[in-house]
């Protein structure tokens, strides 16, 4: 199940279900009626399938669907916010008045009328997921499926699984700016366990992106299944590395996990404003390289992490954060922007219409520097290879993280060796930054399916980076 592209013809999405501009006017003066510096409203239909094959069968197929409005007021720096899975009138302004009551100015801003804006497409989609039958599903699983156990004699399981789905929102705001944005999904996983000599191990890999049926071409289809059994695979000969301090490569693409958490998260501005982050005090200093350059790019066309409209509605961009080693700026929702006097970058996103917007990543890039991947690689006398990371914590004020290395190699005397498995990477974000020497020019954007946490709330991102050595890291094994 997923829902249609909106054809524009005939008014927007909602206006079938009831929900006219008029309408939408009476919900922005009742919210405004106490008061208050500004105030908007996030209407939200979301359709998706989730399919899964174990052993052979169908063990999971599944369809969701959500659907509501939220209403927030916004005082200053306080919120009220309130939410309706009944879209009736009634409810809506119930919700209305149930989020005004933050405010207590006795003014507020004149509600204009809704007029409808244009937006750009960064996820054009050939064939939507709304056209595409079961069986169809269920074949493509079961292609990727046989792949796998062709692939290599070794693998005795394959789970494959895929989600897709779509959502339209329409954010009217008491400015009288209206816009209304689809949003296609979908991911494909693949988890294979392989056995020689008694020894069992496992393997993942996945793909995702803001796209249709056509996303899934047969080059990306072999990526995934090989990848998983390779995966599988290198875990049978892979050891843990001895604890250390050690020059570390970072590999291009999944490594960029480490840039987004250990970094991103300390550049989102409410951090900042609230001067939790590390990086509060640092604008225009130079935090890194002069060869290190990080963007927050939501224009990246069919990229999971992109965007043609936050969820405040207004216009996404690519924003640089870090520009030849110095801060440059932070990402901005509507309240933070206004604190810090600058526009917002269009990083207000919210999980669904239950959750009030807040600052967030989008698709976080670390730019191409002047150095290959094999001179990076040849200049490490002892120190490890990280490949692929499974997951991290980090901690925004202070900016110490820990990330756990699923695979990766050592590097002996500039070359990559032996293989590495179930390793810790121990450091902090600012000081790690300021330890990247060496910057690749391969830089790649992932394509995994990562979806970011903050706040209770989880939005779909990318990430990417090049080859990357940082000088010094602690390095946690087994020895």
């Not at 990543?361 to 990280?386: F, L, Q, W």
Request: hydrophobic share 35%.
């Amino acid at each position: 199940m997923s829902i249609p592209q909106p054809t524009g013809t005939s008014g927007t999405y909602f206006e079938s279900m009831g929900v006219t501009p008029e309408l939408c006017r009476k919900i922005l003066a009742t919210a405004l009626a106490h008061g208050g510096d500004n105030c908007e409203l996030y209407f939200q239909h979301s359709a998706g399938t989730s399919i899964q094959l174990t052993d052979g069968k169908v063990s999971q197929a599944s369809t969701s669907l959500d659907l509501g409005m939220g209403v927030r007021v916004i005082q200053g720096d306080q919120v009220g916010y309130s939410y309706s899975e009944d879209l009736s009138p009634a409810a809506l302004l119930n919700a209305a008045r149930i989020a005004s009551q933050i405010a207590n100015a006795g003014q507020s801003m004149t509600v204009q009328s809704p007029n409808l804006h244009s937006t750009p497409n960064y996820y054009p989609v050939e064939t939507a997921w709304d056209s595409v039958d079961m069986l169809t599903r269920v074949q493509l699983l079961r292609k990727w499926e046989q792949l796998a156990f062709e692939a290599d004699p070794r693998v005795k399981r394959v789970d494959v699984f895929m989600r897709d789905g779509a959502s339209v929102v329409l954010i009217v705001r008491a400015d009288g700016k209206m816009v209304e944005d689809w949003r296609p999904s979908t991911m494909g996983f693949i988890q294979c366990t392989v056995e020689e000599n008694g020894k069992r191990e496992s393997g993942s890999y996945n793909v995702a992106a803001r796209g249709g049926l056509e996303y899934f071409s047969e080059d990306r289809q072999n990526r995934l299944v090989r990848e998983a059994v390779d995966r599988a695979i290198f875990q049978l000969g892979a050891v843990s590395p001895p604890a250390g301090e050690y020059p570390v490569v970072l590999a291009a693409g999944p490594s960029a996990i480490l840039l987004h958490e250990a970094i991103g998260h300390g550049l989102e501005a409410d951090f900042n404003r609230k001067n939790i982050s590390i990086f509060s005090s640092k604008l225009n200093e130079q935090i890194a390289n002069e060869h290190v350059t990080i963007v927050d790019d939501a224009t990246i066309v069919g990229s999971r992490g992109a965007l043609n409209v936050d969820d405040e509605g207004n216009e996404t961009e690519r924003t640089v954060l870090v520009e030849n080693g110095i801060l440059r700026g932070y990402l901005h929702d509507s309240i933070s922007a206004k604190h810090f006097g600058v526009p917002p970058t269009g990083s207000g996103r919210r999980q669904s219409f239950r959750h009030t917007p807040i600052p967030r990543m989008r698709a976080t890039i670390m730019e191409n520097g002047p150095h290959t991947h094999d001179e990076i690689v040849a200049s490490v006398k002892k120190g490890i290879y990280c490949a692929a990371f499974s997951n991290g914590q980090v901690n925004i004020g202070g900016g110490d993280f820990a990330f756990y290395v699923k695979q990766g190699f050592l590097i002996e005397d500039g070359k990559l060796t032996r293989p590495i498995k179930d390793v810790n990477v121990i450091g902090n974000g600012p000081d790690s930054l300021s330890k990247m020497d060496m910057i690749g020019n391969d830089m790649v954007v992932d394509e995994g399916g990562w979806t970011c946490g903050k706040d209770g709330q989880g939005v779909p991102v990318s990430q990417g980076m090049p080859t990357v050595r940082v000088s010094s890291l602690t390095v946690g094994g087994m020895g």
